[in-house]
């Protein structure tokens, strides 16, 4: 057998190979897009949390008035633009001074944008749309959720704990719905040394919204809200 018969590609995979690679093109026009979009609205705060909430739930308020005091404080909020703490968190922003901005991912089961969105993104691909809840924020605030809000929150406290983002309040609220969590981590991970003890302590249990805004300006109260010009490049690279 030659060396050109050893490459060739079997009946109908070099159509999806081409096809693969043309889809690179459409990962990038996500990416370009949402850039683009959002690069003017820092500072942010990602809110994070679950689709399934009710409107008349102790978590819908919390996320809204969390928001709220969010935007009134100069702060541009970062939702998953969906249903749930999503909506609500956008409600309370929108209603406040500063942009109201939804990342909506399309799904099997279609996720409509709700309506309180001034700047509204459709992403195909849950990486894309997960890099932009972090790119663009100075801050996460995480709401009760399932499956899709615990892997925004880890993916936000990896990124933190390897140095491939900048430093940022990473904020666990309602905490009582965490506290299984939290005890895992603190507790089994810290104990069979699977994370460092100052792992831990990159999240904060906040349960007041007005502590959650203190928190977040006492972070950056001696750095300012800036990029310092080491985290440019790292979030350049991100």
Same mark, same amino acid.
């Given at each position: 057998? =030659?060396?050109?018969?050893?490459?060739? $590609?079997?009946?109908?995979?070099?159509?999806? =190979?081409?096809?693969?690679?043309?889809?690179?093109?459409?990962?990038?026009?996500?990416?370009?897009?949402?850039?683009?979009? @959002?690069?003017?609205?820092?500072? %942010?705060?990602?809110?994070?949390?679950?689709?399934?909430?009710?409107?008349?739930?102790?978590?819908?308020? $919390?996320? *809204? +008035?969390?928001?709220? &005091?969010?935007?009134?404080?100069?702060?541009?909020?970062?939702?998953?633009?969906?249903?749930?703490?999503?909506? %609500?968190?956008?409600?309370?922003?929108?209603?406040? /001074?500063?942009? =109201? #901005?939804? &990342?909506?991912?399309? !799904?099997?089961?279609? +996720? /409509?944008?709700?309506?309180? $969105?001034?700047?509204?993104?459709?992403?195909?691909?849950?990486?894309?749309?997960?890099?932009?809840?972090?790119?663009?924020?100075? %801050?996460?605030?995480?709401?009760?959720?399932?499956?899709?809000? #615990?892997? *925004? $929150?880890?993916?936000?406290?990896?990124? #933190?704990?390897?140095?491939?983002?900048?430093?940022?309040?990473?904020?666990?609220?309602?905490?009582?719905?965490?506290?299984?969590?939290?005890?895992?981590?603190?507790? /089994? !991970?810290?104990?069979?040394?699977?994370?460092?003890?100052?792992?831990?302590?990159?999240? +904060?249990?906040?349960?007041?919204?007005?502590?959650?805004?203190?928190?977040?300006?006492?972070?950056? *109260?001696?750095?300012?809200?800036?990029? !310092?010009?080491?985290?440019? *490049?790292?979030?350049?690279? @991100?």
């Amino acid at each position: 057998m =030659s060396d050109v018969d050893k490459l060739a $590609l079997p009946d109908g995979l070099g159509a999806d =190979s081409s096809r693969e690679a043309w889809r690179v093109f459409g990962i990038m026009a996500e990416f370009v897009e949402a850039t683009e979009r @959002l690069s003017r609205i820092r500072p %942010a705060v990602s809110i994070i949390g679950s689709a399934r909430v009710a409107a008349d739930s102790a978590e819908y308020m $919390l996320a *809204e +008035q969390t928001a709220r &005091l969010l935007s009134d404080s100069g702060f541009a909020v970062i939702s998953g633009g969906g249903p749930g703490v999503m909506e %609500a968190a956008n409600k309370g922003a929108y209603f406040g /001074r500063s942009p =109201s #901005v939804g &990342l909506n991912i399309q !799904l099997q089961h279609e +996720q /409509r944008p709700n309506p309180y $969105l001034d700047i509204g993104l459709r992403f195909k691909h849950f990486f894309a749309r997960k890099v932009m809840f972090v790119k663009f924020a100075c %801050a996460y605030v995480v709401m009760p959720g399932g499956f899709g809000t #615990v892997d *925004e $929150l880890f993916e936000a406290l990896v990124l #933190v704990q390897t140095k491939k983002t900048r430093p940022m309040p990473i904020i666990l609220m309602h905490g009582q719905f965490w506290t299984g969590l939290v005890d895992w981590i603190r507790g /089994r !991970l810290v104990e069979e040394k699977m994370i460092d003890p100052a792992d831990a302590d990159l999240i +904060q249990v906040i349960d007041d919204p007005k502590q959650v805004v203190a928190a977040i300006f006492a972070h950056y *109260e001696k750095r300012g809200f800036q990029l !310092l010009p080491s985290e440019r *490049e790292v979030m350049l690279n @991100l």
